[in-house]
């Protein structure tokens, strides 16, 4: 009889527990929300509201909502999902093409945002993104059509492929802590007009804006050092790319159907995989004598046959031009570390025999460089050392060592008086330009004056 007591004692105990186990295994449910119960935690399972404007308490019974499960929110019909719990990470598949969804605000704390998150959210237009995210896995944003604006916060160390492909994004800056992405970051955003890369930014990931059509502005930071393969590929509105000086590896294909007809490869770089391009627009490359290291033919020249290549004198890439039957010509000033645009077109020193230099924080150029680029006739009065130019009905009088210059009889005050170097009178070429009127900008990233009329 004591035996048989035990036993059903015994059955009793493992019964009632078998119920407290089921009671925090199995979804409970309240409001709006499926959700389980364990460790005196909560972790949601599904969202079961009738749409509209969704709220992630804080607790539930008391406890702290600390999960949610994948595809909480799958493919329901709520315009928007606010976060109050204390969560580290939105999870697989978490409002997978919930395409009513409008408004996404994630709160501080959140580290991850797992792949396909909100993938195909066609109506999503804002999105607050926290300061403490560090990962976005693949396809997160993917698809999501409305989506224009988008903060990346600056501790963001991590993203998938494609984690904003096919969005409507206008504009965007690259945190410097970003230090890996896969391929297609931004792929196909044809709405993306401006890129900017914070300082401390290394690499252009591959295929990072490949179809960006509408892409025409793009600062690249001097810390960047690889640009990929297929970076700007089919970026058909970038016309002019200043690469900076920081630069050392340039792999394949990055410019591939963009319409740029003038690029400079920095001196410093030492390694380019090819520059391929897919049509006429491009016309000249110039390329220093540090690039050392070609894996395949730079250019193609059935493909931009009016593409020359300028390059130092017995430098690795002239050799390779030769191999390759590709056209290029000699220039020295390739190898300057300041390049001189004027009205987009690269203005050659090699003629000058000088280079461009920086003294007091004056970029100086050979006098008659700027002058004849902009279409003056130059003399020289060798009794004064003053140069005369003239184009039109203005007059510009420079003398070596003088403090200021002429405009039309006017005098100008100069930060640093024209000067001779290497037997070459260099002037300041803000000054010069801006005295027939010009516009003059200064990449110091690139290194680069841009003078335009």
């Not at 008391?62 to 329901?76: E, L, Q, S, W």
């Not at 990470?89 to 709160?107: G, K, R, S």
């Not at 604006?149 to 969005?167: A, I």
Request: hydrophobic share 40%; aromatic share 8%; with cysteine.
């Amino acid at each position: 009889m004591k035996k048989v007591k035990l036993l059903l004692t015994m059955a009793v105990i493992v019964f009632a527990t078998m119920i407290c186990c089921s009671m925090s295994a199995f979804a409970l449910a309240e409001g709006d929300f499926e959700f389980q119960l364990g460790n005196n935690e909560v972790t949601i399972t599904k969202y079961i509201g009738d749409g509209g404007e969704a709220v992630i308490p804080e607790t539930i019974y008391g406890c702290p909502v600390t999960k949610i499960d994948k595809a909480a929110f799958y493919m329901k019909n709520v315009t928007s999902i606010k976060i109050n719990a204390k969560i580290t990470e939105i999870p697989y598949n978490f409002a997978y093409q919930a395409n009513d969804l409008t408004e996404v605000i994630i709160p501080e704390g959140v580290t991850t945002i797992a792949s396909n998150a909100f993938y195909y959210c066609d109506k999503l237009e804002t999105l607050q993104l926290p300061s403490t995210l560090e990962k976005i896995e693949t396809s997160a944003f993917s698809e999501c059509h409305s989506l224009k604006k988008v903060t990346l916060p600056k501790g963001l160390k991590s993203v998938g492929s494609g984690v904003f492909e096919y969005t409507a994004i206008e504009e965007i800056t690259i945190p410097a802590s970003l230090k890996k992405a896969g391929g297609l970051m931004f792929g196909e955003c044809t709405s993306l007009k401006s890129v900017v890369f914070e300082e401390g930014c290394e690499t252009v990931f591959d295929g990072m804006f490949s179809g960006c059509k509408a892409l025409e502005k793009v600062e690249l930071a001097n810390t960047i050092t690889t640009i990929g393969s297929g970076a700007f590929s089919s970026c058909s509105s970038l016309k002019e790319l200043v690469l900076p000086t920081g630069l050392k590896v340039i792999k394949a294909h990055p410019f591939y159907g963009c319409s740029i007809s003038e690029l400079i490869i920095p001196y410093g770089v030492e390694e380019i995989w090819t520059l391929t391009f897919d049509n006429n627009t491009i016309k000249s490359i110039f390329i220093p004598d540090t690039v050392t290291k070609i894996e395949q033919p730079i250019i193609d020249s059935k493909r931009c046959p009016n593409a020359i290549v300028y390059c130092g004198d017995g430098s690795a890439v002239a050799e390779h031009c030769q191999k390759k039957n590709i056209s290029y010509l000699t220039d020295s000033s390739v190898n300057s570390g300041i390049h001189v645009l004027y009205n987009g077109e690269r203005i050659s020193f090699h003629s000058y025999s000088q280079n461009p230099e920086i003294l007091d924080g004056r970029t100086l150029v050979p006098l008659r460089s700027i002058f004849e680029a902009m279409g003056a006739d130059v003399e020289w009065d060798g009794t004064t050392s003053t140069a005369i130019a003239k184009r039109g009905n203005v007059e510009v009088k420079i003398t070596i060592g003088a403090n200021e210059i002429y405009k039309n009889g006017k005098a100008i005050p100069v930060d640093v008086p024209a000067m001779l170097l290497n037997s070459r009178t260099m002037v300041p070429a803000r000054v010069i330009a801006e005295a027939f009127g010009a516009d003059v900008d200064w990449n110091g990233n690139g290194r680069v004056v841009l003078i335009t009329e």
